[in-house]
T-cell receptor, first 111, second 114 residues
């Protein structure tokens, strides 16, 4: 049973608008959450993270929100750019080395 | 610049063959991981290692073993390859321990078992 779920396999957004990628988890022991971005033929690259003691973390155009009561995580990209087109994975961690990844959401930003 | 390299980008093996996938990192990281990525399932952890000669099973270790004789190198071994092990294999590293959440990934090895 998947402990981290990304229920939207794909998302299409117009350039300049906001992209919102969602992630749900089931294990309340997760204490850290991360988002990774993956281009074709490359390994995932780290994008942004958030500790379970926070509810928001911002880095430039990227903001991650955590709602612990709902066990829900979201990544906001504002404004979206064509270069943001990639597959985005959310990941959750406990005991610093128990990593669980979602199945990914393919974002397409249209020019 | 951070670097995780994997020995092959593409590999085709026959059922029953022994397969070695090699991963090398140049960041002096303590932790190294092997994942497989399958459509609709995301990345699933096979094994990880937090020190030389140390290893722990992940979620799907069956049919796999690992070896870590040197800090920079982590090998994944398929003792007897089967068609259900056809997948994309990704290696990652992280460290030091107190800041070890951020993993750095290699480019992946696309393994096909026929």
């Amino acid at each position: 049973d998947q402990q981290v779920k990304q229920n939207s396999p794909s998302l299409s957004v117009q350039e300049g608008r906001i992209s919102i990628l969602n992630c749900d988890y089931t294990n309340s022991m997760f204490d850290y959450f991360l988002w990774y971005k993956k281009y074709p033929a490359e390994g995932p690259t780290f994008l942004i993270s958030i500790s379970s003691i926070k509810d928001k973390n911002e880095d430039g155009r990227f903001t991650v929100f955590l709602n612990k009561s709902a066990k829900h995580l979201s990544l906001h990209i504002v404004p979206s750019q064509p270069g943001d087109s990639a597959v985005y994975f959310c990941a959750a961690v406990y005991n610093f080395n128990k990593f669980y990844f979602g199945s990914g959401t393919k974002l397409n930003v249209k020019p | 610049d951070v670097k995780v390299t994997q020995s092959s980008r593409y590999l085709v093996k026959r059922t029953g063959e022994k397969v070695f996938l090699e991963c090398v990192q140049d960041m002096d990281h303590e932790n190294m991981f092997w994942y497989r990525q399958d459509p609709g399932l995301g990345l699933r952890l096979i094994y990880f290692s937090y020190d030389v000669k140390m290893k722990e099973k992940g979620d799907i270790p069956e049919g796999y073993s690992v070896s870590r004789e040197k800090k920079e190198r982590f090998s994944l071994i398929l003792e007897s390859a089967s068609t259900n092990q056809t997948s994309m294999y990704l290696c990652a590293s992280s460290g030091p321990v107190l800041n070890s959440y951020e993993q750095y990934f290699g480019p992946g090895t696309r393994l096909t078992v026929t």
